[in-house]
Structure formats: C-alpha cells, structure tokens
C-alpha cells in the first residue's frame, strides 16, 4: 500500500488498535483515520454508512471488538455475539458499498475447535465442537472470515482475516473479573505484593497450556499480512480458508505463566490454585506456517514482553 492512502483504522483505543496505529505511523502512513465511540457507534448500520460514504478509505484495519476473559464470555453471551457481529457486518458492508478494496479483520485463536489438534492449522476451522465458555464470541469472528471470504467471492474485494493467539501488552484491560489471563495476572500479583498478602489464588488447575503474543508483533504482523501483493496472499491461502493464524510458535502452562508473572512482578508469596475455576480449552497453540512461509516472526520473547507490559502497568497506575 502506498503511504499516502487513507487507512481507517476501527478500535484504535483498544490494546490492539493503538499498537496498529502506532506500527503504522512508524511506517511512514500519514493519512490514518480514526473515530471514537462517541464518534461512531459501529454496532449503529446508519452512522456506519453515512461515515463509509462520506470519508471513503482506501483501506481497513479492522481491529474493533468486544473482547474479554472467561469471566466476562461466560457472563455475558448475548453482549459478546451481538456486539461483534454488528462490528463486523456493517463495517464490511458498508466498507463494500463504499468501494474499500483492501480490509484486514482481526479475529481469535478461539474461532478453533476446543479439542482441536495442535499446533493447531487453519484447515481446523469448523471441525468441532467450540470451547463453551467462549462460544457466541467464537462464532461472531468466525462470521467475520466468512464475510470477508463472501465478499471477495462475489464481489472481488480483497479483504483478509489474521487470527491472533492470546495478545498481551501495554493498554491491556485489567479489570479484574473480566480480562484476559496475563493482565488478570499481572494485576492480581502486583496488588498481592503491595498489599503485603502471602497467597494468591489463580483460577483452575493451572495445567491448560497457552501461547501469547506480544501485542507489538501482532501489529507488525497485521501490516506485514496487508502489504502482501494479492498474487501472493492468493498463493498461500484458499477463497473458502483464507484465514492465516498469527503466533509466537510455542506455549506453556499456566503454572508456568504465574511463575513468571511473579518474577516479573516480585510477588514472592505461595501461589494456590482453585480447581473449581473453569480453565478453559486444554491446549490453545497456533500452527504459524503459513504466517512464516510468508515472511514473517515475532521478535518480542514472553519475558521480555511481560516486563514491558508491567512496567506500562506501574505506570498507568
């Protein structure tokens, strides 16, 4: 893409979002876009259509969501299938009507069967059964991949879907019932050690295995997946599984996560797991070669990251 082009990014608030932004501007982009909630309601078809037809970008990064940790999918279904099922339809909609070739939508590693075989390869999608506690979430960005692959069947769009694994970083959400595992973490850690406490209860068995992404490498991978010539994007995927996995090639426990969390945090309490606790999905790791046939790796090592990211905690406290 060229420098000059207008890009739109949607969710640029968000951890994601504002990694984009930053990536981009980096780049040289200086014509990005971007609107606030109170700006533009993506979930309101009206408001969608009237900013697609009046600004018309060159291009889409498609990185708004509703996103959240066990707690808050379980909790709250009906907001999670809704909310991004609305995002998405009008954003690719009206992004069509508007005559928006290029898009990226930004999806999850949850889209995957809950037992599906691991690493796991995007020929997974829709082979079984989801993972319950995130399903409705799970089946809005599964839609999402079949509206960009519906819309470039019929319409000869080019618009893309990148599917990240579990993303961490600074501007993540650390509330304390409904983020993701790492900031969950983070957070829990920091205000035991503060608060002088010599135990911390973790959630689960601590025995499911993850893979995180540093959410600076997920930004670098969006653009790096956008700039592909069309040739080649074609080359490496298929119209009907065009999706490609974006991740950091290796897992681990999540007793082996909390280990590090408090290193990183200097919480040298006892740590005690809650077997009652859901703990999701058993093994979540992304098979990456596709992403890697392409050109691309994740620089960022989790430690590394995971010192970053609480050092951008400390001081948004």
């Not at 533009?40 to 900013?51: E, I, K, M, N, P």
């Not at 960005?141 to 509206?147: C, Q, S, Y």
């Not at 540093?214 to 065009?242: G, I, K, N, R």
Request: proline share 5%; aromatic share 8%.
């Amino acid at each position: 893409m060229e420098t000059e082009q207008t890009i739109f990014v949607a969710g640029h608030r968000g951890m994601v979002g504002a990694a984009l932004v930053r990536e981009l501007s980096r780049r040289g982009y200086r014509n990005l876009m971007t609107r606030t909630h109170a700006e533009l309601d993506l979930t309101d078809q009206a408001q969608v259509r009237a900013f697609f037809q009046a600004e018309r970008p060159a291009a889409v990064y498609l990185a708004a969501a509703k996103v959240g940790g066990i707690h808050a999918n379980d909790s709250f279904p009906a907001e999670f299938i809704y909310q991004n099922l609305m995002i998405e339809a009008n954003v690719i909609h009206e992004a069509w009507r508007a005559g928006v070739r290029r898009l990226l939508f930004l999806g999850s590693s949850c889209i995957y069967p809950r037992l599906a075989p691991q690493p796991i390869p995007e020929g997974a999608l829709l082979t079984g059964l989801l993972e319950p506690t995130n399903e409705p979430y799970a089946v809005a960005k599964i839609a999402g991949i079949k509206l960009c692959e519906s819309y470039n069947r019929q319409y000869g769009t080019d618009y893309r879907s990148v599917m990240p694994t579990n993303l961490y970083g600074p501007g993540d959400n650390y509330h304390p019932l409904n983020s993701h595992v790492i900031p969950a973490l983070l957070r829990r850690a920091h205000e035991a050690k503060i608060g002088g406490l010599d135990e911390l209860v973790i959630w689960g068995t601590g025995k499911a295995r993850r893979e995180f992404l540093y959410v600076e490498d997920m930004a670098a991978a969006c653009v790096h997946v956008m700039d592909l010539d069309q040739a080649t994007y074609a080359a490496h995927t298929e119209p009907m599984l065009s999706h490609i996995n974006v991740g950091a090639g290796e897992d681990l426990t999540i007793a082996e996560l909390v280990v590090l969390i408090c290193d990183t945090v200097g919480f040298t309490g006892r740590v005690v797991y809650d077997p009652t606790k859901p703990d999701g999905a058993p093994r979540k790791l992304l098979n990456t070669e596709r992403l890697s046939a392409l050109g691309w790796q994740p620089r960022v090592a989790l430690k590394e990251g995971l010192e970053r990211t609480y050092r951008a905690f400390v001081e948004a406290q």
